[in-house]
Protein backbone atom coordinates (compact mmCIF):
# COMPACT_ATOMS: atom_id res chain seq x y z
CA UNK A 1 0.00 0.00 0.00
CA UNK A 2 3.08 2.56 1.11
CA UNK A 3 4.58 1.46 -2.34
CA UNK A 4 1.93 2.27 -4.33
CA UNK A 5 1.60 6.00 -2.48
CA UNK A 6 4.91 6.14 -2.76
CA UNK A 7 4.80 5.03 -6.62
CA UNK A 8 1.96 7.34 -7.16
CA UNK A 9 3.93 11.03 -5.84
CA UNK A 10 6.74 10.09 -7.43
CA UNK A 11 5.27 10.68 -10.85
CA UNK A 12 3.50 13.51 -10.09
CA UNK A 13 6.92 14.60 -8.70
CA UNK A 14 8.41 13.61 -11.98
CA UNK A 15 6.15 15.53 -14.21
CA UNK A 16 6.71 18.52 -12.12
CA UNK A 17 10.53 18.51 -12.52
CA UNK A 18 11.84 21.47 -14.32
CA UNK A 19 15.06 21.07 -16.71
CA UNK A 20 16.77 23.53 -13.89
CA UNK A 21 16.25 21.29 -11.38
CA UNK A 22 17.30 18.04 -13.45
CA UNK A 23 20.87 20.14 -14.01
CA UNK A 24 21.05 21.18 -10.64
CA UNK A 25 21.49 17.44 -9.90
CA UNK A 26 25.02 16.72 -9.51
CA UNK A 27 25.75 16.46 -13.19
CA UNK A 28 23.66 13.50 -13.45
CA UNK A 29 25.75 11.41 -11.35
CA UNK A 30 27.27 10.73 -14.86
CA UNK A 31 30.86 12.78 -14.69
CA UNK A 32 32.98 9.21 -14.53
CA UNK A 33 30.61 7.05 -16.58
CA UNK A 34 31.15 8.47 -19.81
CA UNK A 35 32.34 5.37 -21.81
CA UNK A 36 32.00 1.43 -21.39
CA UNK A 37 31.75 0.82 -17.37
CA UNK A 38 34.80 -1.09 -15.89
CA UNK A 39 36.70 -4.33 -17.06
CA UNK A 40 35.38 -7.69 -16.60
CA UNK A 41 36.41 -7.84 -13.01
CA UNK A 42 34.06 -4.90 -12.28
CA UNK A 43 31.58 -6.22 -14.23
CA UNK A 44 31.46 -8.60 -11.69
CA UNK A 45 31.43 -6.81 -8.80
CA UNK A 46 28.95 -4.93 -9.71
CA UNK A 47 26.60 -7.49 -10.50
CA UNK A 48 23.05 -7.42 -8.85
CA UNK A 49 22.57 -9.44 -5.73
CA UNK A 50 19.84 -11.44 -4.95
CA UNK A 51 18.27 -11.53 -2.02
CA UNK A 52 17.28 -14.62 0.26
CA UNK A 53 13.79 -15.01 -1.66
CA UNK A 54 16.05 -15.04 -4.78
CA UNK A 55 14.73 -12.45 -6.10
CA UNK A 56 16.64 -9.37 -7.44
CA UNK A 57 16.05 -6.06 -5.53
CA UNK A 58 17.21 -2.35 -6.33
CA UNK A 59 20.75 -1.96 -4.44
CA UNK A 60 23.30 -3.16 -6.75
CA UNK A 61 26.54 -0.97 -7.28
CA UNK A 62 25.64 2.91 -6.16
CA UNK A 63 27.16 4.14 -9.69
CA UNK A 64 25.02 2.33 -11.89
CA UNK A 65 22.51 2.37 -10.10
CA UNK A 66 22.45 6.22 -9.71
CA UNK A 67 22.15 6.42 -13.49
CA UNK A 68 20.37 9.37 -14.62
CA UNK A 69 20.68 11.50 -11.11
CA UNK A 70 21.15 10.21 -7.79
CA UNK A 71 17.91 10.89 -5.83
CA UNK A 72 14.15 11.27 -6.79
CA UNK A 73 12.26 9.32 -8.96
CA UNK A 74 13.57 8.81 -12.72
CA UNK A 75 11.84 7.98 -16.03
CA UNK A 76 13.45 5.09 -17.07
CA UNK A 77 12.61 4.42 -20.67
CA UNK A 78 13.21 1.54 -23.06
CA UNK A 79 12.64 0.80 -26.21
CA UNK A 80 14.59 -1.84 -28.51
CA UNK A 81 16.67 0.72 -30.57
CA UNK A 82 18.28 3.65 -28.76
CA UNK A 83 19.57 6.54 -30.81
CA UNK A 84 22.47 7.66 -29.04
CA UNK A 85 23.84 10.68 -30.74
CA UNK A 86 26.98 9.86 -32.56
CA UNK A 87 29.05 10.95 -35.35
CA UNK A 88 27.91 7.85 -38.03
CA UNK A 89 24.82 6.45 -36.22
CA UNK A 90 22.62 7.77 -39.21
CA UNK A 91 18.84 6.58 -38.67
CA UNK A 92 16.12 8.24 -39.91
CA UNK A 93 14.55 9.63 -36.81
CA UNK A 94 11.14 7.76 -36.76
CA UNK A 95 8.29 8.62 -34.54
CA UNK A 96 9.79 6.59 -31.48
CA UNK A 97 13.28 8.53 -31.77
CA UNK A 98 11.78 11.91 -31.97
CA UNK A 99 9.25 10.68 -29.02
CA UNK A 100 11.40 9.31 -26.67
CA UNK A 101 13.80 12.45 -26.57
CA UNK A 102 11.10 14.68 -26.62
CA UNK A 103 9.49 12.77 -23.20
CA UNK A 104 13.19 13.19 -21.68
CA UNK A 105 14.32 16.56 -23.01
CA UNK A 106 12.75 17.91 -19.42
CA UNK A 107 12.85 15.43 -16.94
CA UNK A 108 15.21 12.96 -15.10
CA UNK A 109 15.98 10.09 -16.93
CA UNK A 110 17.93 7.24 -18.66
CA UNK A 111 17.31 5.41 -22.22
CA UNK A 112 17.98 1.67 -21.75
CA UNK A 113 17.76 -0.29 -24.96
CA UNK A 114 20.24 -1.51 -28.03
CA UNK A 115 23.15 -0.17 -29.32
CA UNK A 116 22.37 -1.12 -32.85
CA UNK A 117 25.29 -3.23 -33.03
CA UNK A 118 26.46 -6.83 -33.13
CA UNK A 119 28.87 -8.31 -30.19
CA UNK A 120 29.10 -11.62 -29.12
CA UNK A 121 30.85 -10.59 -25.43
CA UNK A 122 28.19 -10.65 -22.64
CA UNK A 123 28.88 -8.18 -20.94
CA UNK A 124 27.67 -8.00 -17.14
CA UNK A 125 25.92 -4.17 -17.41
CA UNK A 126 24.94 -1.99 -20.22
CA UNK A 127 27.53 0.56 -21.24
CA UNK A 128 26.45 4.72 -20.12
CA UNK A 129 27.01 7.38 -22.16
CA UNK A 130 25.39 10.89 -21.86
CA UNK A 131 24.71 13.03 -24.65
CA UNK A 132 22.78 16.65 -24.06
CA UNK A 133 21.81 15.83 -21.07
CA UNK A 134 20.28 12.31 -21.61
CA UNK A 135 21.95 9.32 -20.37
CA UNK A 136 21.79 6.18 -22.66
CA UNK A 137 22.59 2.84 -21.51
CA UNK A 138 23.02 0.50 -24.10
CA UNK A 139 23.49 -3.03 -24.35
CA UNK A 140 24.65 -4.97 -28.12
CA UNK A 141 23.22 -8.24 -29.47
CA UNK A 142 24.77 -11.58 -30.02
CA UNK A 143 23.99 -12.36 -34.29
CA UNK A 144 21.44 -15.21 -32.54
CA UNK A 145 19.15 -12.39 -30.96
CA UNK A 146 19.61 -10.10 -34.22
CA UNK A 147 18.45 -13.15 -36.14
CA UNK A 148 15.93 -14.42 -33.68
CA UNK A 149 14.70 -11.51 -32.03
CA UNK A 150 15.41 -8.31 -34.05
CA UNK A 151 14.54 -9.84 -37.78
CA UNK A 152 12.71 -12.67 -36.44
CA UNK A 153 9.49 -12.39 -34.58
CA UNK A 154 9.63 -8.32 -34.08
CA UNK A 155 10.13 -8.09 -38.06
CA UNK A 156 9.39 -11.29 -39.36
CA UNK A 157 6.32 -11.51 -37.56
CA UNK A 158 4.73 -8.87 -35.08
CA UNK A 159 5.25 -6.06 -37.58
CA UNK A 160 3.64 -7.61 -40.82
CA UNK A 161 0.68 -8.71 -38.48
CA UNK A 162 0.47 -5.48 -36.83
CA UNK A 163 0.10 -3.53 -39.90
CA UNK A 164 -2.40 -5.96 -41.38
CA UNK A 165 -0.20 -8.14 -43.71
CA UNK A 166 -0.73 -11.38 -41.88
CA UNK A 167 0.33 -12.91 -45.38
CA UNK A 168 3.65 -11.42 -44.97
CA UNK A 169 4.36 -13.09 -41.50
CA UNK A 170 7.13 -16.12 -41.04
CA UNK A 171 6.58 -17.80 -37.54
CA UNK A 172 8.97 -20.16 -36.25
CA UNK A 173 9.14 -21.18 -32.69
CA UNK A 174 12.91 -20.70 -32.62
CA UNK A 175 12.56 -16.91 -33.53
CA UNK A 176 9.63 -17.05 -30.91
CA UNK A 177 11.85 -18.43 -28.02
CA UNK A 178 14.75 -16.05 -29.10
CA UNK A 179 12.30 -13.01 -28.67
CA UNK A 180 11.47 -13.97 -25.09
CA UNK A 181 14.91 -14.82 -24.51
CA UNK A 182 16.18 -11.29 -25.56
CA UNK A 183 13.30 -9.62 -23.37
CA UNK A 184 14.71 -11.54 -20.30
CA UNK A 185 18.08 -10.53 -20.98
CA UNK A 186 16.60 -6.73 -21.27
CA UNK A 187 14.67 -7.24 -17.97
CA UNK A 188 17.97 -8.54 -16.03
CA UNK A 189 19.97 -5.56 -17.02
CA UNK A 190 17.61 -3.41 -16.60
CA UNK A 191 16.62 -4.92 -12.95
CA UNK A 192 20.25 -3.90 -11.97
CA UNK A 193 19.91 -0.15 -12.02
CA UNK A 194 16.38 -0.06 -11.28
CA UNK A 195 15.52 2.09 -8.18
CA UNK A 196 12.08 1.29 -6.13
CA UNK A 197 11.06 5.09 -7.19
CA UNK A 198 11.47 4.69 -11.04
CA UNK A 199 8.74 4.53 -13.77
CA UNK A 200 9.21 2.46 -16.37
CA UNK A 201 8.18 3.51 -19.98
CA UNK A 202 8.35 0.66 -22.26
CA UNK A 203 8.09 1.10 -26.27
CA UNK A 204 7.24 -1.09 -28.83
CA UNK A 205 6.31 -4.20 -30.34
CA UNK A 206 10.21 -5.60 -29.85
CA UNK A 207 9.53 -5.58 -25.61
CA UNK A 208 5.86 -6.90 -25.13
CA UNK A 209 6.56 -9.26 -22.19
CA UNK A 210 9.31 -6.96 -20.73
CA UNK A 211 7.07 -6.23 -17.92
CA UNK A 212 6.28 -9.45 -16.82
CA UNK A 213 9.59 -10.57 -17.24
CA UNK A 214 10.45 -7.26 -14.60
CA UNK A 215 7.23 -8.06 -12.14
CA UNK A 216 9.03 -11.74 -12.25
CA UNK A 217 12.21 -10.35 -10.95
CA UNK A 218 10.04 -8.43 -7.88
CA UNK A 219 10.12 -5.22 -9.61
CA UNK A 220 6.36 -3.23 -8.45
CA UNK A 221 7.46 -0.08 -9.93
CA UNK A 222 4.54 1.60 -12.50
CA UNK A 223 5.05 0.45 -15.71
CA UNK A 224 3.76 1.31 -18.66
CA UNK A 225 4.58 0.50 -22.82
CA UNK A 226 3.38 2.61 -25.44
CA UNK A 227 3.21 0.98 -29.28
CA UNK A 228 4.03 3.10 -31.59
CA UNK A 229 2.61 0.65 -34.88
CA UNK A 230 -0.71 0.23 -35.69
CA UNK A 231 -2.98 -2.41 -33.65
CA UNK A 232 -4.64 -4.85 -36.08
CA UNK A 233 -8.19 -6.24 -35.44
CA UNK A 234 -9.09 -9.21 -33.36
CA UNK A 235 -9.17 -11.85 -36.10
CA UNK A 236 -5.38 -10.48 -37.56
CA UNK A 237 -4.06 -10.58 -34.08
CA UNK A 238 -5.15 -14.02 -33.13
CA UNK A 239 -3.42 -15.31 -36.52
CA UNK A 240 0.10 -14.93 -34.37
CA UNK A 241 0.78 -18.53 -33.09
CA UNK A 242 0.62 -18.61 -29.24
CA UNK A 243 0.20 -14.88 -29.41
CA UNK A 244 -1.40 -15.67 -25.46
CA UNK A 245 2.41 -15.08 -24.23
CA UNK A 246 2.92 -12.54 -26.60
CA UNK A 247 0.06 -10.08 -26.41
CA UNK A 248 -1.68 -11.30 -23.12
CA UNK A 249 1.48 -10.47 -21.46
CA UNK A 250 0.93 -7.12 -21.97
CA UNK A 251 -1.38 -7.28 -19.06
CA UNK A 252 1.33 -6.82 -16.73
CA UNK A 253 1.43 -3.38 -17.82
CA UNK A 254 0.09 -0.49 -15.86
CA UNK A 255 -0.84 1.54 -18.72
CA UNK A 256 -0.99 0.52 -22.42
CA UNK A 257 -1.09 3.39 -24.65
CA UNK A 258 -1.99 3.38 -28.85
CA UNK A 259 -1.92 5.65 -31.21
CA UNK A 260 -5.48 5.88 -32.30
CA UNK A 261 -9.37 4.97 -30.41
CA UNK A 262 -9.15 2.24 -33.15
CA UNK A 263 -6.37 0.87 -32.49
CA UNK A 264 -6.96 0.94 -28.42
CA UNK A 265 -10.55 -0.64 -29.32
CA UNK A 266 -9.40 -3.39 -31.46
CA UNK A 267 -6.98 -4.52 -28.34
CA UNK A 268 -9.57 -3.59 -26.17
CA UNK A 269 -11.67 -6.74 -28.15
CA UNK A 270 -8.66 -8.59 -27.67
CA UNK A 271 -8.57 -8.18 -23.97
CA UNK A 272 -11.74 -9.17 -24.13
CA UNK A 273 -10.96 -13.06 -25.49
CA UNK A 274 -8.55 -14.01 -22.62
CA UNK A 275 -10.11 -16.28 -20.29
CA UNK A 276 -11.31 -14.60 -16.90
CA UNK A 277 -10.40 -11.16 -18.28
CA UNK A 278 -13.27 -8.37 -16.97
CA UNK A 279 -13.50 -5.29 -18.22
CA UNK A 280 -13.98 -2.63 -14.92
CA UNK A 281 -14.49 0.82 -15.22
CA UNK A 282 -13.48 2.93 -18.44
CA UNK A 283 -10.83 1.76 -19.87
CA UNK A 284 -9.68 -0.47 -17.01
CA UNK A 285 -9.50 -4.47 -17.69
CA UNK A 286 -8.63 -6.93 -14.82
CA UNK A 287 -6.66 -10.25 -15.98
CA UNK A 288 -6.26 -12.99 -13.37
CA UNK A 289 -6.19 -10.44 -10.37
CA UNK A 290 -3.90 -7.98 -12.40
CA UNK A 291 -5.14 -4.45 -13.06
CA UNK A 292 -4.32 -2.81 -16.73
CA UNK A 293 -5.59 0.09 -18.51
CA UNK A 294 -5.80 1.49 -22.41
CA UNK A 295 -5.91 4.30 -23.84
CA UNK A 296 -4.66 6.26 -26.92
CA UNK A 297 -2.47 8.92 -26.78
CA UNK A 298 -1.57 10.20 -30.34
CA UNK A 299 2.34 10.69 -30.74
CA UNK A 300 3.33 14.05 -31.98
CA UNK A 301 6.22 16.64 -32.63
CA UNK A 302 7.77 19.85 -31.30
CA UNK A 303 5.75 21.52 -33.03
CA UNK A 304 6.83 25.49 -32.55
CA UNK A 305 10.44 24.41 -32.40
CA UNK A 306 10.46 22.36 -35.46
CA UNK A 307 8.28 24.85 -37.32
CA UNK A 308 11.25 27.14 -36.15
CA UNK A 309 13.83 24.72 -37.70
CA UNK A 310 12.19 24.68 -40.52
CA UNK A 311 12.23 28.51 -41.28
CA UNK A 312 16.31 28.62 -40.66
CA UNK A 313 16.72 25.03 -42.91
CA UNK A 314 14.73 26.93 -45.68
CA UNK A 315 18.30 29.11 -45.90
CA UNK A 316 20.55 26.35 -45.59
CA UNK A 317 22.53 25.51 -48.55
CA UNK A 318 20.62 21.92 -48.88
CA UNK A 319 17.51 23.88 -49.71
CA UNK A 320 18.74 26.50 -51.49
CA UNK A 321 20.43 23.74 -54.02
CA UNK A 322 16.89 21.70 -54.48
CA UNK A 323 15.45 25.34 -54.84
CA UNK A 324 17.56 26.06 -57.72
CA UNK A 325 17.38 22.52 -59.32
CA UNK A 326 14.10 22.83 -59.71
CA UNK A 327 13.93 25.98 -62.28
CA UNK A 328 10.36 26.53 -62.32
CA UNK A 329 9.21 22.72 -61.72
CA UNK A 330 6.74 22.15 -58.24
CA UNK A 331 8.26 20.05 -56.17
CA UNK A 332 5.87 16.51 -54.56
CA UNK A 333 7.44 15.03 -51.94
CA UNK A 334 7.71 11.64 -50.19
CA UNK A 335 9.47 10.88 -47.45
CA UNK A 336 9.47 7.15 -45.57
CA UNK A 337 11.73 4.33 -44.79
CA UNK A 338 11.92 2.04 -47.17
CA UNK A 339 9.38 -0.34 -46.23
CA UNK A 340 5.99 -2.26 -47.91
CA UNK A 341 3.73 -0.77 -45.24
CA UNK A 342 4.25 3.00 -46.68
CA UNK A 343 2.43 2.24 -49.71
CA UNK A 344 5.43 3.53 -51.89
CA UNK A 345 4.61 1.13 -54.95
CA UNK A 346 0.91 2.27 -54.69
CA UNK A 347 1.94 6.05 -54.71
CA UNK A 348 4.50 6.03 -57.91
CA UNK A 349 1.62 4.17 -59.55
CA UNK A 350 -0.61 6.57 -58.68
CA UNK A 351 2.32 9.56 -59.58
CA UNK A 352 2.82 7.70 -63.05
CA UNK A 353 -1.30 7.21 -64.04
CA UNK A 354 -1.32 11.61 -62.74
CA UNK A 355 1.27 12.07 -65.64
CA UNK A 356 -0.66 9.90 -68.03
CA UNK A 357 -3.89 11.66 -67.73
CA UNK A 358 -2.66 14.65 -67.07
CA UNK A 359 0.09 15.51 -69.86
CA UNK A 360 -0.14 19.09 -69.45
CA UNK A 361 1.74 18.54 -66.10
CA UNK A 362 5.07 16.78 -67.56
CA UNK A 363 7.89 18.64 -67.45
CA UNK A 364 6.19 20.86 -64.72
CA UNK A 365 6.42 18.67 -61.53
CA UNK A 366 9.06 16.54 -59.87
CA UNK A 367 8.19 13.85 -57.69
CA UNK A 368 11.20 13.53 -54.68
CA UNK A 369 11.00 10.20 -52.97
CA UNK A 370 13.78 9.93 -50.16
CA UNK A 371 13.87 6.74 -48.59
CA UNK A 372 16.72 5.91 -46.48
CA UNK A 373 17.03 1.89 -46.51
CA UNK A 374 15.84 -0.51 -43.19
CA UNK A 375 16.23 -3.96 -42.06
CA UNK A 376 17.66 -5.32 -45.56
CA UNK A 377 18.44 -9.00 -44.06
CA UNK A 378 14.75 -9.52 -44.68
CA UNK A 379 13.86 -10.41 -47.93
CA UNK A 380 10.10 -8.59 -48.47
CA UNK A 381 12.64 -5.66 -47.72
CA UNK A 382 15.13 -6.52 -50.69
CA UNK A 383 11.79 -7.24 -52.61
CA UNK A 384 10.13 -3.98 -51.96
CA UNK A 385 13.01 -1.87 -52.91
CA UNK A 386 14.00 -3.85 -55.86
CA UNK A 387 9.95 -3.34 -57.40
CA UNK A 388 10.04 0.21 -56.32
CA UNK A 389 13.43 1.40 -57.95
CA UNK A 390 12.40 -0.53 -60.75
CA UNK A 391 8.75 1.00 -61.14
CA UNK A 392 10.56 4.49 -60.79
CA UNK A 393 12.91 3.66 -63.96
CA UNK A 394 9.94 2.42 -65.72
CA UNK A 395 8.26 5.76 -65.14
CA UNK A 396 10.80 7.90 -65.61
CA UNK A 397 11.84 6.17 -68.59
CA UNK A 398 8.26 6.70 -70.01
CA UNK A 399 7.65 10.36 -69.04
CA UNK A 400 11.18 11.52 -68.67
CA UNK A 401 13.54 14.04 -71.02
CA UNK A 402 16.90 15.27 -71.48
CA UNK A 403 15.77 18.17 -69.71
CA UNK A 404 13.37 16.80 -66.83
CA UNK A 405 13.16 13.18 -64.40
CA UNK A 406 9.82 13.07 -63.19
CA UNK A 407 11.53 10.74 -60.19
CA UNK A 408 14.37 11.76 -58.20
CA UNK A 409 14.63 8.64 -55.75
CA UNK A 410 17.39 9.43 -52.96
CA UNK A 411 17.97 6.36 -50.52
CA UNK A 412 20.92 8.75 -48.62
CA UNK A 413 19.86 9.48 -44.90
CA UNK A 414 18.98 13.23 -44.46
CA UNK A 415 19.21 14.83 -41.33
CA UNK A 416 15.70 16.03 -39.14
CA UNK A 417 17.02 19.95 -40.04
CA UNK A 418 17.82 19.01 -43.97
CA UNK A 419 14.27 17.44 -44.32
CA UNK A 420 12.60 20.61 -42.28
CA UNK A 421 14.41 22.65 -45.13
CA UNK A 422 12.68 20.08 -47.51
CA UNK A 423 9.62 20.03 -46.09
CA UNK A 424 9.08 23.60 -46.81
CA UNK A 425 10.24 23.67 -50.64
CA UNK A 426 7.75 21.15 -51.02
CA UNK A 427 4.41 22.15 -52.62
CA UNK A 428 2.84 18.75 -51.93
CA UNK A 429 4.02 15.98 -49.61
CA UNK A 430 2.45 12.69 -50.42
CA UNK A 431 2.19 11.07 -47.10
CA UNK A 432 0.28 7.37 -48.68
CA UNK A 433 1.12 4.51 -46.09
CA UNK A 434 -1.05 1.68 -46.68
CA UNK A 435 -0.64 1.51 -42.97
CA UNK A 436 0.59 3.26 -40.52
CA UNK A 437 0.77 4.26 -36.27
CA UNK A 438 0.69 7.75 -36.98
CA UNK A 439 3.30 8.86 -39.67
CA UNK A 440 4.81 12.01 -38.00
CA UNK A 441 6.31 12.83 -41.28
CA UNK A 442 2.33 14.21 -42.21
CA UNK A 443 3.04 16.34 -39.01
CA UNK A 444 6.91 17.81 -39.36
CA UNK A 445 5.27 18.46 -43.27
CA UNK A 446 2.28 20.87 -41.93
CA UNK A 447 4.92 22.33 -38.88
CA UNK A 448 7.13 23.11 -41.30
CA UNK A 449 5.09 25.15 -43.93
CA UNK A 450 5.29 28.98 -44.83
CA UNK A 451 1.92 30.12 -43.26
CA UNK A 452 1.38 32.82 -45.50
CA UNK A 453 2.05 30.27 -48.31
CA UNK A 454 1.76 26.88 -47.35
CA UNK A 455 2.04 23.57 -49.42
CA UNK A 456 -0.88 20.87 -49.54
CA UNK A 457 -0.60 17.55 -47.45
CA UNK A 458 -1.77 14.12 -49.66
CA UNK A 459 -2.41 11.94 -46.30
CA UNK A 460 -3.78 8.11 -46.08
CA UNK A 461 -7.26 7.59 -44.14
CA UNK A 462 -5.19 4.24 -42.99
CA UNK A 463 -2.60 6.58 -41.16
CA UNK A 464 -2.64 7.72 -37.33
CA UNK A 465 -2.39 11.19 -38.36
CA UNK A 466 -5.58 10.82 -40.84
CA UNK A 467 -7.63 11.23 -37.32
CA UNK A 468 -6.09 14.84 -36.19
CA UNK A 469 -5.20 16.57 -39.81
CA UNK A 470 -8.81 16.60 -41.05
CA UNK A 471 -7.41 19.69 -43.76
CA UNK A 472 -5.33 17.13 -45.37
CA UNK A 473 -6.82 15.97 -49.00
CA UNK A 474 -7.51 12.51 -47.26
CA UNK A 475 -7.09 9.70 -49.82
CA UNK A 476 -7.53 5.82 -50.22
CA UNK A 477 -3.76 4.92 -50.75
CA UNK A 478 -5.41 1.80 -52.83
CA UNK A 479 -7.22 3.95 -55.33
CA UNK A 480 -4.61 5.07 -57.76
CA UNK A 481 -6.75 7.42 -59.49
CA UNK A 482 -8.17 9.52 -56.42
CA UNK A 483 -4.68 9.46 -55.65
CA UNK A 484 -3.67 10.87 -59.19
CA UNK A 485 -6.96 13.26 -59.09
CA UNK A 486 -5.75 14.66 -55.12
CA UNK A 487 -2.63 15.53 -56.56
CA UNK A 488 -3.92 17.22 -59.29
CA UNK A 489 -6.17 19.39 -56.39
CA UNK A 490 -3.42 20.30 -54.44
CA UNK A 491 -1.19 21.36 -57.29
CA UNK A 492 -3.83 23.89 -58.63
CA UNK A 493 -5.25 24.60 -55.02
CA UNK A 494 -5.47 28.48 -54.45
CA UNK A 495 -3.73 30.15 -52.21
CA UNK A 496 -6.54 31.09 -50.01
CA UNK A 497 -7.90 27.26 -49.62
CA UNK A 498 -4.24 26.45 -48.95
CA UNK A 499 -4.34 28.63 -45.62
CA UNK A 500 -7.82 27.63 -44.87
CA UNK A 501 -6.28 24.27 -44.28
CA UNK A 502 -3.09 24.46 -43.15
CA UNK A 503 -4.22 26.66 -40.37
CA UNK A 504 -5.87 24.58 -38.16
CA UNK A 505 -3.83 21.74 -38.42
CA UNK A 506 -1.09 23.82 -37.08
CA UNK A 507 -3.18 25.30 -34.26
CA UNK A 508 -3.96 21.86 -33.42
CA UNK A 509 -0.56 20.73 -33.57
CA UNK A 510 0.98 23.44 -31.38
CA UNK A 511 -1.40 22.42 -28.93
CA UNK A 512 -0.99 18.32 -29.18
CA UNK A 513 2.45 18.80 -29.35
CA UNK A 514 4.52 15.92 -28.29
CA UNK A 515 5.21 17.48 -24.52
CA UNK A 516 1.46 16.99 -24.22
CA UNK A 517 1.38 13.87 -25.36
CA UNK A 518 4.37 12.48 -23.07
CA UNK A 519 2.69 14.88 -20.05
CA UNK A 520 -0.88 12.96 -20.94
CA UNK A 521 0.70 9.89 -20.88
CA UNK A 522 2.78 9.76 -17.86
CA UNK A 523 -0.21 11.55 -15.81
CA UNK A 524 -2.55 8.65 -16.93
CA UNK A 525 0.29 6.06 -15.84
CA UNK A 526 0.28 7.94 -12.39
CA UNK A 527 -3.65 7.83 -11.91
CA UNK A 528 -3.43 3.77 -13.10
CA UNK A 529 -0.92 3.35 -10.10
CA UNK A 530 -3.02 5.45 -7.57
CA UNK A 531 -6.21 3.67 -8.06
CA UNK A 532 -5.38 0.20 -6.46
CA UNK A 533 -3.34 1.64 -3.64
CA UNK A 534 -6.87 4.22 -2.83
CA UNK A 535 -8.85 0.04 -3.25
CA UNK A 536 -6.78 -1.61 -0.36
CA UNK A 537 -6.62 1.86 1.39
CA UNK A 538 -10.10 1.43 1.68
CA UNK A 539 -10.17 -2.21 2.37
CA UNK A 540 -7.84 -2.09 5.05
CA UNK A 541 -10.19 0.88 6.76
CA UNK A 542 -12.94 -1.19 6.47
CA UNK A 543 -11.34 -4.70 7.77
CA UNK A 544 -12.07 -3.89 11.46
CA UNK A 545 -15.63 -2.93 10.85
CA UNK A 546 -16.04 -6.37 8.55
CA UNK A 547 -15.02 -8.69 11.19
CA UNK A 548 -17.08 -7.13 13.79
CA UNK A 549 -20.04 -7.02 11.31
CA UNK A 550 -19.00 -10.99 10.83
CA UNK A 551 -18.67 -11.70 14.46
CA UNK A 552 -22.33 -10.11 15.16
CA UNK A 553 -23.86 -11.89 11.99
CA UNK A 554 -22.10 -15.06 13.35
CA UNK A 555 -23.34 -14.49 16.97
CA UNK A 556 -26.99 -13.58 15.65
CA UNK A 557 -26.94 -17.49 13.89
CA UNK A 558 -25.75 -19.26 17.34
C1 LIG B 1 9.29 2.20 -36.58
C2 LIG B 1 9.17 1.49 -35.25
C3 LIG B 1 10.39 1.74 -34.37
C4 LIG B 1 11.65 1.44 -35.15
C5 LIG B 1 11.68 2.25 -36.45
C6 LIG B 1 12.91 1.97 -37.30
O1 LIG B 1 9.17 3.56 -36.41
O2 LIG B 1 8.00 1.91 -34.58
O3 LIG B 1 10.33 0.94 -33.22
O4 LIG B 1 12.79 1.72 -34.37
O5 LIG B 1 10.54 1.91 -37.20
O6 LIG B 1 13.04 0.59 -37.55
P1 LIG B 1 14.33 -0.22 -37.14
O7 LIG B 1 13.97 -1.65 -37.33
O8 LIG B 1 15.39 0.25 -38.08
O9 LIG B 1 14.65 0.11 -35.71
Known sequence: ????????????????????????????????????????????????????????????????????????????????????????NKQMAGGLVVAVKAALRNRTGVWFGWSGKIDETETAEPRIVERNHIAYAVIDLSKNDFEEYYNGLANRVLWPILHYRVDLQEYSRVDHSGYLRVNRQFADKLSAFLREDDVVWVHDYHLMPLARELRARGHLNPIGFFLHIPCAPLDILRTLPHHDEILGALTYYDLIGFQTENDCDNFAAYLLTIPGAKKGRGLTFEVEGRQTRIGAFPVSIETATYARLARNAARSSLARQIRESL???????????????????????????????????????????????????????????????????????????????????????????ALSGIYRAADVALVTPLRDGMNIVAKEYVAAQDAENPGVLILSQFAGAAAELTGALIVNPHECDAVAAALKQALTMPLLERRERHGPMVEHLLVHNIERWAEDYLAALGETRQRPSLMSELRAFLQPFEAVDRSARNARRA
Open 327 to 417: TGLRLVLGVDRLDYSKGIIQRIKAFDRFLEVNPEWRSRVTLLQITPRSRSDIKDYTAIENEVTTLIGRVNGRYGEAFWTPIRYVNRFHSRT
Open 1 to 88: MLAYNLIGSSLVALGALSLATMRARANWGLSALDGTIGAQEAASERAPSRDSDGRRHQHSDPSVVELGGSMGPRLIIVSNRVAVPEPG
